[in-house]
């Protein structure tokens, strides 16, 4: 049987670091706020030379490395982002030139912070299908691009980075084990960026009053996402067919500490199971799985053979999950 088997991962930080410290001089916050409503200690911030696909390449770059894969043996490249470079072309697209993947397709894919494992799923159903070999999925954000630094209660929340991993076919029991992805454009309004797209163009004249900053109700994101963490572990582990038991390390989309938290509660699962890094590198969005992945395997915390879970929910609003034998 030909599973989707996760060889190589990789990611990329932008080097400047913004403290919780470094935030209370720009606004009126605190950093005691900030650590107890959302664990979050400081966030990557990307340089003014970079944009979207440059965090996408690098990530690409390392986990093709850490797979010993060229860059030529690349099939297709999926990009999840909601940050892309441009409208067209899509960012996928700059970081296949970027990487040298002379060979590969590649598009991008939006389900905002349930977008990497969004592509997980479609990279997964491609390779069982035999349609192509080897897949590089990234997850790349520069959610400071999407944030007006005068709004307190976004802006505290978000960083940029990029993670990525190369997926082959190959025989045997390790790879993804399962998928599900789920989504209610009813809550669309509760998380979204308004303005800039087909509904709200930007004019000359209405440039001033335009939002084209991310806007969110945060009280009812937190309920929904407590909800869409507990209904994506159950599908997943249940298409999988294996118990929360089984589960050796629950890698969550890292969103914000206490949502995760309460989720992990209402799943089911021990404190020392799940994989936190929302301290360091705050949300990264569509980066925030594979950033994690990327870390815990560094850490010696995903030893060959061990079952995770991947879960992650966003604007949409998208929920999805995957489990996978490493
Ligand atoms: O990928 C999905 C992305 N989004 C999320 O995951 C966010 C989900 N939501 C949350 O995590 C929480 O709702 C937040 C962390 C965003 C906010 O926590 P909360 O406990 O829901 O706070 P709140 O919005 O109810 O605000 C409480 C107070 C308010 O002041 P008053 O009205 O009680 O005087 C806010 O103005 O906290 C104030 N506040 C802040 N204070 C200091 C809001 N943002 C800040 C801030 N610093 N950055």
Known sequence: MIRSRIVGTGHYLPEKVLTNVDLEKLMDTTDDWIRQRTGILQRHIAADHEATSDLAAQACSRALADAGAAPDEVDYLICATLTPDHFMPSTACLAQYKTGMKRAAACDVNAACSGFVYSLQLADALIRAGVYKTIVVAGAEMMTSR??????????????????????????????????????????????????????????????????????????????????????????LARAGVGVGDVDLFIPHQANKRIITSAVERIGLPDEKIYLNVDRVANTSAASIPIALDHARSEGKVPDGALLLFAAFGAGLTWASAVVRW
């Open 147 to 236: 944030i007006d630094w005068g709004k307190r209660d976004t802006a505290v929340l978000f960083g940029d980075g990029a993670g990525a991993v190369v997926i082959r076919g190959e025989e045997g029991e390790r790879g993804i084990l399962s998928t599900y992805a789920a989504s209610d454009g009813s809550a669309s309004d509760i998380l979204i960026v308004p303005a800039g797209g087909s509904r709200q163009t930007i004019t000359p004249e209405n440039i001033g009053e335009c939002n084209r900053a991310i806007q969110m109700n945060g009280r009812e994101l937190y309920k929904r996402a407590v909800m869409s963490f507990g209904d994506a572990a159950e599908q997943a």
